[in-house]
């Protein structure tokens, strides 16, 4: 079990009470690896003491905010286990929906997807993005993803193993997920109310994020240029044409706006292409830089032997 802390401070208790409670019950062998994302509250304190209570408590944490898909990396780096299930520290994927998981997976099921239904706390806005987005993110990467579609998820060590391995900067986890195949089976949960504290997620780092995986599973806004070169080459063609039909009848070329329309527009599309192919000559600058993908500055409920792992580790 593999949870991201985020100034999570008075969540990670009732967290813990609550997974360990369903994960008893269920009678499975378990640990619960909570990753601080760089808190700037008391959340590491807090799950300090939640190992010192619980043996099956172990904690991670970074050395800054790495964001929700980093942290959520480092935890799946560093779970032990025969099948991993990530999920949000915040209690709004229901610990209940987990034994519904293992049952899947015992039939052979590789990945365990989860379906979010609806929830009292998802707004209109957000609903409407999030379709929005998945939409355009199959059409553009030919990755099939669902609406709804959340980091609450099983994962056989097998799939973990590959998805560790995958050198992708821009950590999409989801995408990653589905791009690698394995069998598959979605199993639908009610999601909850946060239990407390308050949403990490703003519009702008919504946006960072859904620009990031669409950049990194697709090319197809690159070749944009190609379809709007060709129609703009054919208008140009055509303009030109015309232009030598006045010349030859011996009419005035008719005033400069025309040509200050087209020019605009051209410049237009000109400059949307540039900055197409700029953002991805980022991401390669940032691929070959070749940083973590997260930094780790204490852990706490690891044996001593146990291997210390940073993002470094490359498929590559
Ligand atoms: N989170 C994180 N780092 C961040 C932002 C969020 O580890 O930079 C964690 C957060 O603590 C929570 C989970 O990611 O456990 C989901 O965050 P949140 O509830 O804010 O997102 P939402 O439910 O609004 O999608
Ligand atoms: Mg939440």
Redesign the pocket.
């Given at each position: 079990m593999v949870?991201?802390?985020?100034?999570?401070e008075s969540?990670i208790d009732p967290f813990v009470d609550r997974v360990s409670a369903v994960l008893e019950e269920a009678g499975l062998n378990y640990e619960i690896l909570l990753?601080d994302?760089g808190s700037r509250d008391g959340t590491w304190a807090a799950i300090g003491r939640a190992a010192a209570r619980n043996p099956s408590v172990r904690g991670v944490s970074l050395s800054r905010?790495?964001?929700?898909q980093?942290?959520?990396f480092a935890g799946l780096n560093h779970a032990r286990g025969a099948a991993i299930v990530s999920m949000?520290?915040?209690l709004?994927h229901p610990p209940e929906t987990i034994p519904l998981l293992v049952a899947a997976w015992r039939e052979g099921v590789k990945v365990v997807n989860t379906r979010r239904l609806d929830s009292a706390?998802t707004g209109l806005f957000k609903r409407f993005t999030s379709r929005a987005f998945y939409v355009l993110f199959s059409r553009l990467s030919g990755v099939q993803m669902e609406a709804g579609a959340?980091d609450f998820r099983l994962l056989d060590h097998s799939a973990r193993d590959a998805l560790v391995g995958m050198g992708d900067t821009d950590l999409f986890i989801r995408g990653l997920v589905s791009w690698l195949g394995f069998t598959t089976r979605t199993v639908p949960y009610q999601a909850r109310n946060?239990h407390s504290?308050?949403?990490?997620?703003t519009l702008k780092?919504m946006l960072r994020f859904s620009s990031g995986a669409l950049l990194s599973f697709s090319v197809l806004p690159l070749r944009l240029g190609i379809g709007v070169g060709f129609v703009t080459s054919v208008l140009s063609f055509l303009e030109l044409c015309y232009i030598l039909f006045t010349y030859f009848c011996g009419r005035a070329i008719p005033g400069w706006a025309s040509v200050m329309t087209v020019m605009s527009l051209m410049f237009g599309i000109l400059f949307v292409l540039l900055g197409i192919i700029g953002a991805y000559l980022g991401k390669i600058y940032e691929i070959l830089k070749n940083r973590p993908r997260f930094v780790i500055e204490r852990t706490v409920g690891f044996e001593p032997s146990a291997p210390f792992r940073h993002g470094l580790d490359r498929a590559r």
């Open positions: 949870a991201p802390m985020y100034n999570e969540n990753v994302d905010n790495f964001g929700h980093g942290a959520l949000d520290g915040d709004q706390d959340s946060r504290g308050v949403p990490k997620f780092k």
